[in-house]
């Protein structure tokens, strides 16, 4: 008899009648034997509607008060489906994170889980009930309610697994697995019937909305088995096909990987990009621009420092477009002047196009086939970042979706492979 963890996204609890699936479906697994613990999100645009209220009170919303009202989406989601459980014959039991104390550290809009208390759980299992946990959601060591950020639920769900020793960790979603890049931009996309913890989680922090990058992190470092797949197929399908349906992140021993150098082409549109031009080269410079930047809780993507001429260089970095006015400012009120730079520069319309694959490792020649295939289609690059298992560029937003395309056909990642 197995632990599983079962997470449905907002979509998958979107409405009353996708509830109502989604108990048959965790009846199912419940009556082939297994033991239940099922993470939910808010109802698809819930969040979003929550937030938009804050804001029509208060336009920069207090951080701890905002997180009040935010993880109120993920209550309403727990108490319906456990009812849904209730209304076809099974014992269940719903717990909002700070009831099940999911202990947090205090940075609210997007805290950190620290530690969970499991214990409570266990008992409710060995009882007999299916456990149902808001995703998304903590409480910190003063009491306060906090939340883990935009897709915090993932998290929630493989922390939850981690502190259980789950054997397995499902995550439902509206797609029926991970594809070499998103279908609506390459109809030829391929879902990947495997994928490495390290492919994903580049994937995730490039760009890829299947997972978010946290929930990869928990997931690598505990060792717990995750598997993404579809909430949107027929809840009665044999349990056996849907246990091997989707696509299963893994680690590189643990199975015979899929032989393709390349795995995908991840990208995101969220990028903005910030230059200081002539900023003395001198040691510290880097701290003196980005000390003041971490501590305006603002992540640095990409970083490039040109070369050094006359003991001047230009200092880029990338942000998230929706960090990008923020970081404009930090940097006009605490950085130009005490650095010495000529002048901050700033370009919110960029893209940023990544491929990733372990073959990598072992294959020479991948940077110069995307660099050539780029130049083809004559878009250029302004910034490039590279690690052991991926390449990438950033180019103007507009080119992002051709540069997209043009990559999956270079690297044939609408071939099957053997």
Not at 145 to 164: E, F, H, K, Y
Not at 226 to 254: C, H, K, Q, W, Y
Not at 292 to 319: L, W
Request: glycine fraction near 8%; aromatic fraction near 4%; hydrophobic fraction near 45%.
């Amino acid at each position: 008899m197995a632990l599983i963890v079962h997470k449905y996204g907002g979509t998958s609890v979107g409405s009353v009648e996708r509830i109502k699936n989604v108990a048959r479906r965790i009846a199912k697994w419940q009556r082939a034997g297994h033991r239940l613990v099922v993470v939910v999100s808010a109802m698809s645009g819930e969040t979003n509607r929550l937030i938009a209220l804050a804001k029509e009170i208060q336009p920069n919303p207090d951080p701890r008060e905002l997180d009040v009202v935010a993880s109120t989406g993920e209550q309403v989601t727990i108490g319906l489906l456990a009812m849904a459980l209730k209304e076809i014959g099974l014992k269940a039991k719903s717990y909002t994170g700070p009831q099940v104390h999911v202990l947090t550290d205090s940075a609210f809009t997007k805290a950190r889980i620290i530690d969970i208390d499991e214990k409570k759980i266990r008992a409710d299992l060995d009882s007999g009930h299916v456990v149902v946990v808001a995703g998304f959601q903590g409480v910190d060591e003063h009491g306060n309610i906090t939340t883990l950020g935009r897709g915090g639920s993932d998290t929630s769900a493989v922390a939850l697994a981690a502190a259980l020793r789950a054997d397995e960790c499902l995550i439902y979603t509206d797609v029926d697995g991970v594809y070499t890049t998103d279908p609506r931009i390459v109809p030829e996309a391929r879902r990947l019937h495997t994928i490495t913890f390290e492919e994903m989680l580049e994937m995730a922090s490039l760009g890829s909305k299947v997972l978010q990058i946290r929930s990869v992190e928990f997931a690598g470092k505990y060792k717990v088995p995750l598997r993404v797949l579809s909430s949107l197929t027929d809840p009665d399908m044999p349990l056996a096909e849907e246990a091997n349906s989707g696509t299963l992140i893994t680690f590189e021993e643990d199975t015979k990987m899929e032989k393709a150098v390349i795995s995908g082409v991840a990208f995101s549109r969220d990028e903005a990009k910030i230059t200081l031009t002539r900023v003395p080269d001198r040691p510290g410079i880097a701290y003196q621009i980005l000390g003041q930047i971490a501590e305006a809780n603002i992540d640095v993507d990409m970083i490039v420092q040109n070369i050094s001429v006359d003991g001047m260089t230009d200092f880029s970095f990338t942000v998230h477009r929706n960090e990008y006015a923020k970081a404009m400012d930090v940097l006009a009120a605490k950085v130009k002047t005490h650095v010495g730079a000529k002048e901050i520069v700033g370009d919110p319309k960029i893209a940023k196009v990544s491929v990733v694959g372990i073959g990598m490792r072992s294959h020479v020649g991948i940077a110069s086939l995307m660099f050539r295939t780029l130049a083809e289609e004559g878009i250029n690059i302004q910034m490039i970042s590279t690690s052991e298992i991926k390449i990438s560029v950033v180019v103007e937003d507009k080119y992002l979706e051709l540069a997209v395309r043009a990559l999956h056909k270079a690297f044939g990642l609408e071939q099957e492979t053997a």
